[in-house]
């Protein structure tokens, strides 16, 4: 089997190691592609064939050589279990001591706290530093290759240094100093199979699935994958419920690695906004780099199973999984991938078998959609309108029945509360028959007005603020309908005021309806001319002056 990248660097390391005299080599990498794991793999599996002991130093939160010294000599300690006399005072001392006497604040100064000690105190000692990226303001990069250079030339240590180039800035002497001491230099680019095999063994459920991700979007982020292993594992009370139904569990494990993907990207996105964007084709036009780049891995589809990728959003950005909600949605795909077989399988008799009785089979497809108006839903109303046309076609004695029987259901499933069509659906249903069309127009109108029927629905509507296109309903209210609620309800007026002073009410989507309040407020004031109109009014116009004032420079 031919040898990876990354196989070739171990190889080239331990041949580095078995050599006496001391070299400094230095592993460059990307963020986040697991060089330091790397290092620490190689010397759990390679430490006892080297025959070396090896000390690992993250420059993170050091303020001083002080402290790197500090920390080489007590690990080299516990590593060799000998150390020289550095002192006669060292004799009578405990070690913390000794590390205190002989290791003083060095400033930008080196050479004399190493030097206390004998070459032989470093045999067979391996130095790695990592995270220069991170290195303190307070302390020099110069200083650091300093003492490196000390290690490795006086007591002939053998020095690695992990790092990330692209992330360090090499100012022209600190870049002379580097070429001088570094002797080997490996770039550690694992390919994404290799990183994933880093994070893989973690992996509880749903295993086959997040490599074609990471791979498709050329993820290769040890930290990135880490959390979308751990997001699919928040799933792993559904292993035992989508046993059988493959398509089910892709649609869940792809959502999962998504979501989890970008929420680790990107922290703290608002995902409704990126969906918005996502959907705008007028996207390009927008500068906004971070939900550009986001779209990038977005990768299912957002108009199928909508529910699901809201509810895993939800539990992947607050890292509190529900699982009662999430098994109940579960089983409804389930109940459409069940249905989806029955079907396709009636689909083939139909269309292949020629010993089939195909009144009895279009009867037991009708029958699948008459159990509940949820099987529409569940299937589509593009394949519950396919599978109509289907039955009216090889049964034609009962195409008038079938097609009377789908009507009734589509208004049904046209008056159910929530539903979420695209255009292409809704067209579907219009030109299935002109009546539906009629109806939907009835149960929009219906719909419009039982939601702004009463002052305790419209209160709702303000308070919850959950759908723009309700606050258009409240814009067509008279306005003297409004000011009676205002004038003779305090709850309703609260309502409206807290509002009109929220942050949510200074979106450009809403402008009318404000105008109309402060409009009526206005109204108000002008009747009453009392001191509660007239600093309600004063606060209203104070809060939404700066959209005003936006809004007359640019006329």
């Not at 206390?116 to 290759?145: G, Q």
């Not at 749903?206 to 930290?223: A, G, Q, S, T, V």
């Not at 046209?414 to 127009?441: G, P, T, V």
């Amino acid at each position: 089997m031919q040898k990876n990248e990354i196989d070739k660097i171990k190889e080239k390391l331990i041949q580095i190691f078995k050599d006496e005299s001391a070299v400094c080599t230095t592993i460059n990498g990307k963020w986040g592609v697991g060089k330091t794991y790397f290092w620490h793999k190689f010397v759990e599996d390679n430490s006892k064939e080297l025959n070396k002991s090896f000390v690992y130093i993250s420059l993170f939160g050091k303020d001083s050589v002080n402290q790197i010294v500090k920390e080489i000599i007590f690990q080299a300690y516990r590593a060799s279990k000998v150390i020289s006399e550095v002192s006669e005072k060292a004799k009578y001392l405990k070690f913390d001591k000794i590390l205190d006497s002989v290791v003083p604040t060095l400033g930008s100064a080196i050479i004399g706290c190493i030097s206390f000690f004998e070459k032989k105190d470093f045999e067979n000692i391996i130095i790695c530093f990592d995270d220069f990226e991170r290195l303190s303001n307070k302390l020099s990069i110069k200083d650091v290759f300093g003492l490196i250079s000390e290690l490795k030339e006086q007591k002939n240590c053998h020095i690695v240094m992990i790092f990330n180039a692209d992330e360090i800035k090499f100012d022209g002497e600190t870049k002379k100093y580097k070429d001088k001491i570094i002797d080997y230099e490996f770039e550690y680019s694992p390919s994404v199979e290799d990183t994933y095999k880093i994070v893989k063994d973690r992996l509880k459920c749903f295993k086959e699935y997040p490599l074609e991700y990471f791979k498709d979007k050329n993820i290769n982020n040890i930290r990135v994958m880490r959390r979308v292993v751990d997001a699919l594992n928040d799933f792993v009370f559904l292993e035992k419920e989508l046993d059988g139904f493959k398509i089910t569990m892709e649609i869940l494990a792809k959502h999962i690695i998504e979501i989890a993907t970008i929420n680790s990207l990107f922290a703290r996105i608002d995902f409704g906004e990126l969906i918005e964007y996502y959907l705008d084709k007028n996207r390009n036009k927008q500068e906004n780099e971070i939900l550009k780049e986001a779209t990038q891995y977005i990768a299912c589809s957002i108009f199928e199973y909508g529910y699901i990728r809201d509810d895993i959003t939800k539990c992947i950005t607050k890292s509190i999984i529900d699982e009662d909600r999430i098994m109940y949605i579960v089983k409804f795909m389930k109940l459409k991938e069940d249905t989806f077989r029955e079907l396709s399988n009636y689909n083939s008799i139909l269309r292949c078998d020629f010993s089939a009785n195909d009144e009895i089979i279009c009867d037991k497809i009708k029958e699948i959609f008459e159990t509940n108006i949820d099987m529409i839903n569940a299937c589509g109303v593009q394949n519950f309108i396919y599978y109509i046309n289907l039955i009216k076609e090889f049964n034609p004695k009962k195409e008038k029945i079938y097609h009377t029987f789908a009507v009734s259901k589509l208004k049904e499933f046209l008056n159910a509360e929530y539903i979420d069509l695209n255009s292409d659906e809704m067209d579907d249903i219009f030109n299935f028959d002109d009546n539906l069309k009629m109806s939907y127009r009835e149960i929009l109108k219906q719909n419009e007005k039982s939601k702004t029927s009463t002052k305790e629905a419209i209160l709702d509507i303000l308070i919850k603020k959950e759908n723009l296109n309700d606050f258009k309903l409240i814009e067509k209210i008279d306005d003297e309908v409004l000011k009676s609620y205002i004038l003779t309800d305090i709850k309703f007026c609260l309502g409206v005021v807290r509002f009109l002073d929220s942050q949510f009410s200074k979106s450009s989507n809403l402008k009318n309806l404000i105008d109309k309040f402060i409009g009526i407020f206005e109204n108000i004031n002008n009747e009453k001319k009392d001191l509660k109109s007239e600093k309600i009014l004063k606060i209203l116009k104070k809060f939404h002056s700066p959209i005003i004032n936006l809004e007359a420079k640019s006329l």
